[in-house]
Nanobody
Framework: QARLVESGGGLVQSGGSLRLSCVAS????????IGWFRQAPGKEREGVST????????YYTDSVKGRFTISRDNVKKTVYLQMNNLKSEDTAVYYCAASDDWGYAGIDRAHYNYWGQGTQVTVSS
């Protein structure tokens, strides 16, 4: 059974850093994209950053460009999100997600069909 497990969330002061990790296991076929989404209280879940495995491309929502970096360790089957210069508006539950839609590359959550349980990130001002 395909599974995504996130870790690394926590409480950090504004301007601080966190690194989220997501371990993928149980996939019987390769996923084509993997990445991070977040949902703040009262808001819709939004794409933060993803990567297309086949194309080797990465995508970021505008609000995190220059501050967040997505990366992947193929051996460990782990994807990371390095978050620097965190702001209070980054506070949310962060979800790891994967897609087997080989023709799609981007941060539209509609194309992602595997989801983790989420990890809370809280940035205090």
């Amino acid at each position: 059974q395909a599974r995504l497990v996130e870790s690394g969330g926590g409480l950090v002061q504004s301007g601080g850093s966190l690194r989220l990790s997501c371990v993928a296991s149980g996939f019987t076929s390769d996923y084509t994209s993997i990445g991070w989404f977040r949902q703040a209280p009262g808001k819709e879940r939004e794409g933060v950053s993803t990567m297309h495995i086949g194309f080797g491309t990465t995508y970021y929502t505008d609000s995190v460009k220059g501050r967040f970096t997505i990366s992947r360790d193929n051996v460990k089957k782990t994807v990371y999100l390095q978050m620097n210069n965190l702001k209070s508006e980054d506070t949310a539950v962060y979800y790891c997600a994967a897609s087997d839609d080989w023709g799609y590359a981007g941060i539209d959550r509609a194309h992602y069909n595997y989801w983790g349980q989420g990890t809370q990130v809280t940035v205090s001002s």
